[in-house]
């Protein structure tokens, strides 16, 4: 059977979301996780739909894709398919070809697992590496310490402050309480939580939206933020403690996250809060 490149309408995300969970493992490279779609669906399921590719043979997903943002491709691959010659050229061919609707003509990033034969036959065609990111990975065997501040699992009645928090914690961020609705109604966020952290006063400091693949997977922080009046504090370490008990009484085997390697501060910050830096990985880019 042949490769079929696929776009899924939004009723039809169930089964990617699926393999994505499927997929994860400790064991495994950073890679694309359901979270991400996840976190994606904020801007609702037609538009999360619109931005996945997947490719398929036998009716089987090998690889899925997520368009997060002009120009770049978020992609993973089958455990058992990460050097299949058939896929590897076909995602090759599709990234180069504009019409076949994954990549837009010029400059261009692919973030894929590292050791997968796409890379390959992308650097062949003149792809680069891209800036270097950090994955950090936290093990959730034994039970996690108190994050020292108070924490609260936000429901739809306190949308707003997720927003508000998100909105001071990111620059240009324009996350809303619409955007938290949309995707607390997608169908990754049956295994989400998104947490607030409060200083003394009562203010709300800092969140965090922490994605479970499963019992005995990896689940992934994303995003987290500081507000900005309340940096310096510790309270990033707070949020990201209290993200990996989370994720931890949600069964994860582990919290996983990845931030750009130039940002120090989040590094120390996810460090500080028991996660160990694995290799840096880079996105491959096109001139």
Known sequence: MAMVLGKPKADGLSEAVGVLREWQNDGA???????????????????????????????QILAVGLLDGPGLLRLTIAPDAQRDEEL??????????????????????????????????????????????????????EPVRDPGVRIEVIGPDQAHVRATVQRAAFEGSTFTDEHWHAMSAGLPYADARCLV????????????????????????????????????HGYGRAITVAAAAALRRLGASSAIVCTPSSNIGAVATYRSAGFQQRPEVRDQCRD
């Open 197 to 232: 952290a409060y200083d003394d006063q009562g203010d709300a400091v800092a969140a965090v939206t922490v994605w479970s693949a499963g019992p005995g997977k990896p689940g992934l922080l994303e995003p987290m933020g500081v507000h900005r009046e309340h940096r310096g």
């Open 88 to 141: 590897a050229q076909q995602l090759r061919e599709d990234l180069a070809e504009t019409e076949r609707g994954v990549l837009p003509e010029g400059k261009a990033n692919v973030e894929a697992p590292r050791g997968a034969l796409v890379h390959d036959l992308l650097f062949e065609d003149g792809w680069k590496a891209g800036e270097p990111w950090t994955p950090l990975r936290r093990d959730l065997t």
């Open 29 to 59: 490279p950073m890679q694309l996780h359901a979270g991400d779609l996840g976190w994606f669906w904020r801007f609702g399921a037609e538009a999360t739909a619109a931005a996945v590719r997947t490719w398929s043979r036998d009716g």
